[in-house]
Every structure is written in C-alpha cells, then in structure tokens.
C-alpha cells in the first residue's frame, strides 16, 4: 500500500516518515543512490509493521545543499526559512555565515541571524560589530539569550518550515531544547528506532509547532561548501550586489582585474562593502 509521508529524520541512509495520519515509519530507501533530506515529502510503500520503502520523492519547494570537493550534502528540504545561529562566545565564523546566507537567497528562503547569548555581555558589542557588515545591507539579528527569554524567536517560527544551523557551540541544541520542550524526549525516540545511539546528535530531525509550521534542527556545521552553485547563482546570491550585476564592460566580467569592472568600482568607492 502506498502512503504519503514527511521525512522527519535523516541519519545516513535511515528515515523517520511521518504518515498523515502522525504514525512513524523507519523508511530506506530502494535505490542505492537515491538520497532524500529531512523535510522530503515521499511515497512510501509500507513493507513491515512500523516500515517502508521509499518509492517516490515528491517535488521540492525548497532545497538546502552543500558540496565541496569532498561531500555533497542535503540539509534539509522544502524550507521557508533559515535561522542560522551565532553566539557572543565563541567567536563564529563570518564567512560560514555568509556562505549559509547565500544558500538561503540562492533558494529564496527568509533569513534571520540569531545572536545567542547575548548575556555575556562583556563580548557583546564585539559579536555585534562583526555582524554590522551584514545588518548594514538588511539581514535581521535577533539578539537573546537561549538560557533565557527564547519568545522573540518562537514568535517567528508560526506557519514557516526553517532550519536551524549553526557552528557547534552556538548554543542551538539549548535553543532548539527552549523552542521545543519535548526535543530531548523526541530526540531519544528517534535514536532508539534508527539504532544510532552513540550519534544522538549528528542527524537532522524535524519538529512540528503546536501554533502550525515546523522547525528542523541540523547537525552543527564546520563548513558550507557553494560549489553547487553557479557562477551567476553565486553573484545573485550575494544580495547586496544584485544591483551592480550584469554591467561590467565585460559580458563574463570575473571581477578581479578586467577593465571596468562595475564591482571593482563600487567597492572602491564604498557602494559595496569590499570584503563581500
Ligand atoms: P550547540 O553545539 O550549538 O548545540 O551548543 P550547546 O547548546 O550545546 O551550547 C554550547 C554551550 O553554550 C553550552 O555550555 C551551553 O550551556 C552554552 N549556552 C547556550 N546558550 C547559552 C546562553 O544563552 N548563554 C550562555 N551564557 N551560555 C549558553
Ligand atoms: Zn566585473
């Protein structure tokens, strides 16, 4: 019998499919290549009591994807919106974020930067001064404390699908443990029925929101590589740039020493900031 279902775990080559009607499945797969992410919408063909097979991937709004020269990998799918979080401490990685910044234009989802720990206030106006580059061209910081009052951020998430990502040590599992009370208790249940115990944290898994919409939580991320992306998608993906775009002298103009260079110029006279 086939049933339509959510994927809402992802840990290697084992799913967690959510049927219409709530009830869990632990899916795989038919194909060996076949890779779906955690917020794939499939058909499932139910093989066993409490399993199934994956047929048929349904199509996708939405694709979050990273590749490098050694991985490609699927994030999560059929998003609204990426939350991606830093924190006063440790120090985070700005071009991590930018690069997650640029996946989400590139798929057109919402962004907001959440800045975690906003507490220690000694390093704060550090954290804030290396996200100003980002906050002067439009991005939205939410500044809180996950140990603390989450609201600012649970008032976001009503009727959206975001992703939450996040370098580790950001604080995310405290936050997602805030947003979602029942988390850790879920989180166990998955592990249990994907047998992957010692690796509790290193799937994505997706919650749904009693006020409507859901939210996933991702493994945290050391790198986001954009190889994926076109040369034309990576420009476009850059938002503060779109306007300069397509008016260099030259046609396939690269932007680094060709005479004139319509980039080049504004970021010499300070219309772009020169590190984007
Ligand atoms: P993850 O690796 O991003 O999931 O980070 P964790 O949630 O495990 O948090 C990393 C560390 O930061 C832990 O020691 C947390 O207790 C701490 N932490 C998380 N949120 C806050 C916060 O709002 N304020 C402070 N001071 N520490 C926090
Ligand atoms: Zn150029």
Redesign the pocket.
Known sequence: MKRLATLVAAFGRQYEAELETGELLLCFPRAKKSVFACGDRVEIAITAPGQGVIDKLEERSSLLYREDAFKQKLIAANLTQLII?VAVEPSFNPELLTRCLCAAEDQELKTLIVL??C??ADRLDEARERLAPLTAIGYEVLEL????DVDALARRLPGERSLLV?Q????????TNALIPDAEARTREISAALDSGKHTTTFSRLYRLPEGGSLIDSP?LQMFGLAHLSRDALEHSFIDLRPFLGQCRFRDCRHEAEPGCLLREAAADGRIQASR
Do not use: F, I, W
């Open positions: 979080v975690n720990k507490d220690l404390s996950a140990r603390g996040g580790s040590g950001m604080g995310k599992s405290t936050l945290g």
